[in-house]
């Protein structure tokens, strides 16, 4: 029985060092990621997921926390010598901001050192881009809301239009710029209503519908609401896209028609490359920007270097596919079928290999009252839009 005794005094202030120490558990151990189901984080009082923290401690008394692909264009914000507060039970209380020219970040949050981490972000944009976009333009008249910039290294260099929207032969690069913009113009402009708003909690939330009296076989959609995040980050705007939830958004179309699938199989590199084309929309995917016209027109462009990791697998990808695809009569009617645009596309592809510049550019007008009260006036049915088409289908009648 003295043994005994003897032996519980020993181990008692063992035990009592334990208890008051964490449990044991070191700096060390503690510092780590949270990712996946040890992290639950909201932005703006949205959820997120597929997000990472990095925790690192040394002391239990501050902390030096990474957010790894959190905010678009930020792949690595660390904010350092962030104040711990013991909080009982290894749980450890937490808050700090970080502030740049464009945006403010704060967070609230605390760590379980055994378990994992609760943490609330309040992002707030600082920028003129915040508010609600239309794509510029209207009818056939300049600025279009796409453009197509192309510059070859052959200055005899054209592109086969090989029947889209009924035109035949070749165009100058010049020519096939007017072209689309105005096809984009009329259909952006008069028969589908599109909006792209920039909100001040750092989302991008994006929208579209015909407009009164429209018909078109374009179904109303949006994208998926309090998931896209944007950010500012010198002369790029980066935007993260929920591809996922894209994806599987129930507004999406209903998938056309393909024969049996062509003999042409894509590359393993091909497939690659557009697997980290998704990482790229997921993670936030740069895009250049200009605010013009006292802030009110927005340009927003990739450039030849932006989409050289991109463009040729996409091409290779898609082009097999287009060819094997029916999409309908309603399309093929107004001169798009699968085998015409995967001919379009094809010839992009080669002029992309051969040219020295080559942007695509998306131009936007803020929204005004008077904009929305013009736009809303738009009665356009199938057929009307048809003899629209037709009337641009000859060069010297485009605007």
Known sequence: MKKLTYFFMLIFPLLLVSCNDD????????SRVYRAESLNM????????????????????????TFIKTIPGEDSLIVKGVSLLYDGNNIYEFEGS???????ISFKGKVDVKGGMNIDVTYKVLSDIVGTWQPSGGGFMPPNPVQIVIDS???????DMGGFWGYEGKFSFEEFDETIGAIFNMTLGLVVDFKLDFNQAGQMNAAWDLKPGA?????????????????LNGNYLYLALP?????????????PKTTKAADEKPKVEDIIALVKLLQSMYQGMPLKYTLENSNNDLDMWADRAMMEPYFESIVNVLVPI??????????????????????????????????????IHFNFTRVSTEQQTYNNKAQLNKAQIIEKLKSIRKPNNRK
């Open 23 to 30: 449990d044991g558990i070191s700096p060390e151990h503690a």
């Open 42 to 65: 909201t932005i703006n009082g949205k959820k997120f997921s597929g997000k990472s923290v990095k925790f690192i401690t040394t002391d239990f008394k501050t902390a030096d926390i």
């Open 98 to 104: 970080n502030t740049s020219s464009h945006r403010d």
């Open 153 to 159: 290294t052959n200055p005899n260099d054209s592109i």
């Open 215 to 231: 018909s078109f076989p374009i179904p109303p959609g949006h994208l998926p609401e309090n998931q896209s995040l944007y950010n």
């Open 243 to 255: 591809v996922e939830s894209i994806i599987m958004n129930p507004t999406k179309p209903t998938a």
């Open 322 to 359: 287009l060819r094997k695809t029916d999409l309908g009569s309603e399309y093929e009617e107004m001169g798009i079928t699968g085998p015409i645009l995967a001919h379009l596309l094809d010839e992009l592809g080669r002029v992309f290999r051969n040219s020295k510049t080559f942007e």
